[in-house]
């Protein structure tokens, strides 16, 4: 496709922006760019703050606890505590779902 690049299968962020540009070619590119990392910059915001981010469709972002567990390091045979933290858990919505379903696809 031209001069994207891509590691291997991953689409990576300046890609992303190419791809709106393509669509948008109005638009300079320095402003999609700008738009895609206020976008990222908001949703990042918003789960740091606890809340959930709901994109219809695509799916949602959410932070779960995790709890803090105790185990044995089979190497060392040193007793280690890992403390609760948190993760991002990303539920596809029901289009995106239907769609990986289908398997892999070119454009």
């Known amino acids: 496709m031209g001069n994207e690049k891509t590691n291997g299968s991953t689409i990576l962020k ?10 948008f070619p109005a638009h300079l ?9 206020i976008i990222f910059f908001a949703m990042s ?14 799916g949602s972002f959410s932070l779960h606890k995790q709890k803090g567990r105790e185990f044995v390091n089979p190497k060392t045979k040193k ?9 991002i858990i990303f539920k596809p919505g029901k289009w995106l779902n239907n769609l990986a379903s289908a398997g892999p696809f070119s454009e």
């Not at 915001?45 to 695509?58: M, P, S």
């Not at 007793?79 to 609760?84: A, E, M, N």
């Open 29 to 37: 590119k320095k402003d999609i760019n700008t738009v895609v990392d």
């Open 14 to 23: 300046n890609e992303l922006a190419m791809r709106i540009h393509r669509n």
């Open 79 to 87: 007793y280690t505590i890992c403390p609760p933290n948190y993760r």
């Open 45 to 58: 915001e918003a789960l740091t703050e606890g809340r959930r981010i709901e994109i219809r469709g695509f």
